[in-house]
């Protein structure tokens, strides 16, 4: 998306933010996160933090299905901001994938005055009016993961493009020499998100014209259940026998694919994407073919970073955000895009493990013990 901590660490330094010196609850409901930081003056101090005061920034994540949001991004996120900006007070919020509840979660967050707010939408457009409420009242939105529409004030995320070629080249790959002998199909993610929309042109653009696609499906709210019923009917309109190859744009989506396979009695390749640790899984027992591997520590240390500096009312330089994009109601944004890792059952160690997303023991559970001695985990 392979390299070790180190490599990532080199990497997001000259890409995003110098790293060098320092590196649901219900969904009714929004939980404030304790105050955390702060310090010297304005800009960073000897220290690294950043003299904001007590100012409120505002954490809203979309969803809690796939793991990574309160595993990672939440507790990462939090952890640097309180490095950096010891006053500090954040307020988190998740929306369980409900674009209504997290328009209301913008509105909470302007009452109570926070001044930044990192914001993984659940619906790019819909939360447009909320980022337009929150320009005009001064406050700074940093889109996070996801590219909201409206007048955002910077971005930070992977090359989400970059994320669907890699999984199509890894699918092409593996397909090989069957790939005139049959079909694939694919299970794209929500349409209202517009990551999966640079998932699935990335996709496309390694898949076409080397893999025929029997059928493609986009799946609302990324939802599991609904993408192994996808897989299901696409099993059946291509015809078991005919299938060579499964795409998912993500580890949770692949689950229910992967089912579908199953129960047809199939063993194809199978994408996936965030390193969930049941992907990593699947990856090893051979049910499923590789994932990506978004490295969170690099995009929440980005994300902080940023936020802090919006909240101190700095200027986001060329070191904070390196690029620029353009959203989809127009908005030109100040962006950070890192660089994603391809994991598959060769490089399990040397990424997910090295870099201690997880331990060999949180991998090979009894159920998948043997299948860990085969691929040199244990």
Request: net charge negative; with cysteine.
């Amino acid at each position: 998306m392979s390299i070790g901590l180190r490599r990532i660490l080199a990497v997001a330094a000259v890409v995003s933010l110098g790293l060098g010196a320092a590196s649901c609850g219900s969904a009714k409901q929004a939980s404030s996160g304790g105050g955390s930081s702060g310090s010297a003056a304005a800009g960073a101090g000897a220290s690294g933090t950043v003299a904001v005061g007590a100012v409120r920034i505002g954490l809203l994540l979309p969803e809690t299905k796939t793991t990574r949001y309160e595993q990672f991004d939440r507790p990462l996120i939090e952890q640097r901001i309180k490095q950096l900006a010891p006053e500090a007070q954040i307020d988190y919020y998740n929306a369980n994938q409900d674009a209504t509840l997290q328009q209301t979660q913008v509105d909470t967050a302007l009452t109570k005055g926070d001044k930044v707010l990192i914001l993984d939408a659940v619906d790019a457009k819909s939360i447009q009016s909320s980022v337009q409420k929150a320009h005009d009242a001064g406050v700074k939105v940093l889109a996070y993961d996801r590219l909201a529409q409206g007048p955002v004030d910077a971005y930070v995320s992977f090359d989400n493009h970059k994320v669907g070629e890699l999984q199509g080249q890894a699918l092409v790959a593996a397909v090989g020499g069957k790939a005139g002998a049959g079909e694939i199909f694919m299970i794209n993610g929500s349409p209202t998100d517009p990551n999966a929309a640079d998932f699935k042109a990335g996709a496309h653009s390694a898949i076409d014209g080397k893999l025929k696609i029997g059928k493609e499906y986009d799946t609302p709210q990324w939802d599991p259940n609904t993408a192994n019923q996808e897989a299901a009917a696409a099993i059946t309109a291509i015809g078991a026998a005919n299938v060579v190859g499964a795409y998912s744009a993500n580890d949770g989506m692949a689950a229910g694919v992967a089912t579908a396979l199953k129960a047809a009695g199939l063993s194809v390749p199978l994408t996936g994407q965030d390193a969930q640790i049941d992907g990593i899984q699947r990856i090893v027992a051979g049910t499923q073919t590789m994932t990506i591997y978004k490295p969170f520590k690099p995009e929440a240390d980005a994300a902080a970073r940023m936020a802090v500096a919006l909240a101190a009312g700095q200027a986001l330089d060329s070191t904070l955000a390196p690029t620029t994009v353009t959203n989809g109601s127009g908005n030109k944004v100040p962006a950070n895009l890192i660089t994603p890792v391809v994991v598959d059952k060769n490089n399990i160690k040397t990424t997910v493990v090295q870099d201690g997303l997880y331990t060999v023991a949180q991998i090979c559970t009894p159920d998948f013990a043997d299948a860990c001695k085969s691929a040199g985990l244990q």
